[in-house]
């Protein structure tokens, strides 16, 4: 089994700065690919950000690239989200998530393990 928990939420203004953090255990952390996903209310999920076991890759939404950035840290069994330049609609729970298979890591269904997720409210 593997437990993914995130931290690092709360509440920003508009064009502040935050950084999530998953951390991971149960698994080799460093063998899988990583995501982030987001959810707002009455709104499905949505992927936000992706890295390969490596580091090497990152994959982004378009609606973040240039103001969020994914990075991990093996050692540390733990994957990152720096977001800056945060706007209202960045507004969601921000869920990390494990991708054990092989495909798209833009979609939901190649991640098998889910974390409980973390509020993150920016206001205007």
């Known amino acids: 089994q593997v437990q993914l928990v995130e931290s690092g939420g709360g509440l920003v203004q508009a064009g502040g700065s935050l950084r999530l953090s998953c951390a991971a255990s149960?698994?080799?952390?460093?063998?899988?690919?990583m995501g982030w996903f987001r959810q707002a209310p009455g709104k499905e999920r949505e992927f936000v950000a992706a890295?390969?076991?490596?580091?090497?890759?990152?994959y982004y939404t378009n609606s973040v690239k240039g103001r969020f950035t994914i990075s991990r840290d093996n050692a540390k069994n733990t994957v990152y989200l720096q977001m800056n330049s945060l706007k209202p609609e960045d507004t969601a729970v921000y869920y990390c998530?494990?991708?054990?298979?092989?495909?798209?890591?833009?979609?939901?269904?190649?991640?098998?393990?889910w974390g409980q997720g973390t509020q993150v409210t920016v206001s205007s």
């Open positions: 149960g698994r080799t952390f460093s063998s899988y690919a």
């Open positions: 890295i390969s076991w490596s580091g090497d890759r990152t």
């Open positions: 998530a494990l991708a054990s298979g092989s495909g798209n890591l833009y979609s939901s269904r190649r991640y098998d393990y």
